[in-house]
């Protein structure tokens, strides 16, 4: 059995199971259709039943015939609650027409309940079937007065040809709106779960970025590890070699004393890195003190002579640019005490205008630089130079190398001025 339900072709049923399948709201409005379905039938087997009594039709007839009729409709009614099946709906209408023309057959009074056949056939059969189904009803409804009194009169033809048109309309509206409601739960079904995709999509892109940004995050460290703890444990193993090598028992307090010193800077560098806060170098000052003070701490490690100049026009510089130079330096500035063999170094922090541009140059062995901008090799600089290009390209700056061997090293590092100072606002 099938029940009257959002299903199109669906009956009357006493169950709620499809009710659970929709809306609150149309679930009442189906509720409120079926027992408006019932109480319409019993009022018109009532009527119709009281009329053939009032006409004399034996009551035991005229009660058979009500008693049987109401009981199949009552177990269609409990039947669809459990079965669904337009089968068998077809057939259980099919059973109550019959039952309902012996009815007839027995008084022409049981014609009114034919408005209820009417309804029946609009809920539970395709349009077709329910039109011909309503065709066969009304023919019975014709009918049946001229069999028992011989006549008939307009008003019984234009009655039930209203009346009937009127039941299957509001059949099938109801089934039409019915598919509508359906419709739009559908809509409204997919829509949550499109919502919900798209969450999840969301969440996808948030966990991306967030590793994205961890990536991004241990690049910068492995680059702030180069560009200082890595270069100062290099300086400290250099002075340490020097000193075991050459065996100056004199000396060796001083070298102690600036392998001290190194040792306390990286630890330095090491905190500062770990708490993601500004170079210290910095903290005691601008940049130009901070590289002032790594090239007189090269000439006293190293004996190389160094030379330093700043424009005075220079302007306030925001903190990433300052860091990103100051990586820079200490890279270069480390390429120099351990490739280079130079003897002299000069650096220059120039303002460009609508750029900062550092400049050092060597006198030092050089190496070819043309093929290390090719990507060929890490020589002459390896992952410092790859990595002081890609720290300042994220400022939007970059790092031009010239060099060859023999020639000395000519780096220049530069960002733009006007985006260093919106970052810096």
């Known amino acids: 059995m099938t029940r009257l339900t959002p299903t199109p072709s669906s009956p009357v049923s006493a169950g709620d199971k499809g009710a659970r399948r929709t809306p609150r709201t149309l679930s009442a409005t189906i509720r409120s259709m079926q027992i408006g379905l019932h109480i319409i039938t019993a009022a018109l087997v009532v009527v119709a039943a009281a009329r053939a009594i009032i006409d004399e039709v034996p009551p035991a007839l005229v009660l058979g015939s009500a008693v049987v009729f109401s009981a199949w409709y009552l177990g269609g009614v409990i039947l669809s609650g459990r079965v669904q099946s337009r089968q068998l709906s077809g057939w259980w209408l099919a059973g109550l027409a019959v039952i309902w023309v ?121 680059r702030d590890i180069h560009d200082t703890i890595a270069q100062g444990f290099s300086s400290i193993s250099l002075l340490a070699t020097a000193a075991i090598e050459h065996g100056q028992v004199e000396r060796m307090p001083r070298t102690l004393q600036q392998i001290d010193a190194l040792a306390r800077e990286s630890l330095v560098d090491v905190r500062r890195i770990v708490a993601a806060l500004a170079p210290s170098e910095l903290e005691e000052g601008a940049l130009a003190g901070a590289l002032r003070r790594m090239l007189e701490r090269l000439t006293e490690e190293s004996g190389i002579d160094t030379e330093f100049r700043v424009d005075e026009s220079l302007p306030a510089l925001a903190t990433t640019v300052e860091v990103a130079l100051l990586r820079t330096a200490q890279s270069a500035l480390a390429n120099v005490r351990q490739h280079a063999g130079a003897s002299r170094v000069v650096v220059n922090l120039v303002d460009a205008g609508d750029s900062v541009r550092l400049d050092i140059v060597d006198n030092g062995s050089g190496f070819d630089a043309g093929a290390w901008d090719a990507g060929f090799g890490a020589a002459g600089g390896g992952y410092g130079l790859h990595s002081m290009r890609a720290r300042l390209r994220e400022l939007g700056g970059g790092l031009d190398v010239e060099s060859a061997a023999g020639d000395g090293v000519a780096l220049s590092a530069h960002v733009p001025l006007a985006r260093q100072l919106r970052e810096g606002n």
Not at 141 to 166: C, D, E, K, R, W
Not at 171 to 195: I, K, M, N, P, W
Request: charged content about 15%.
């Open 102 to 222: 012996g009815a007839v057959a027995a008084s022409a009074e049981f014609v009114w309940l034919a408005f209820s056949l009417w309804l029946l056939a609009g809920y539970i059969l395709r349009l077709r079937w329910a039109v011909l189904f309503s065709l066969a009803v009304f023919a019975v409804v014709i009918a049946a007065p001229i069999m028992q009194h011989g006549t008939t009169s307009y008003a019984n033809v234009i009655g039930p040809l209203i009346g009937g048109a009127f039941a299957l309309s509001i059949a099938r509206g109801y089934v039409q709106l019915v598919r509508d409601l359906q419709e739009r739960q559908r809509l409204v079904a997919s829509l949550v779960q499109t919502q919900a995709e798209m969450a999840e999509l969301q969440d996808e892109l948030a966990n991306t970025q967030r590793l994205s940004g961890a990536e991004e995050e241990r690049t910068r460290i492995s």
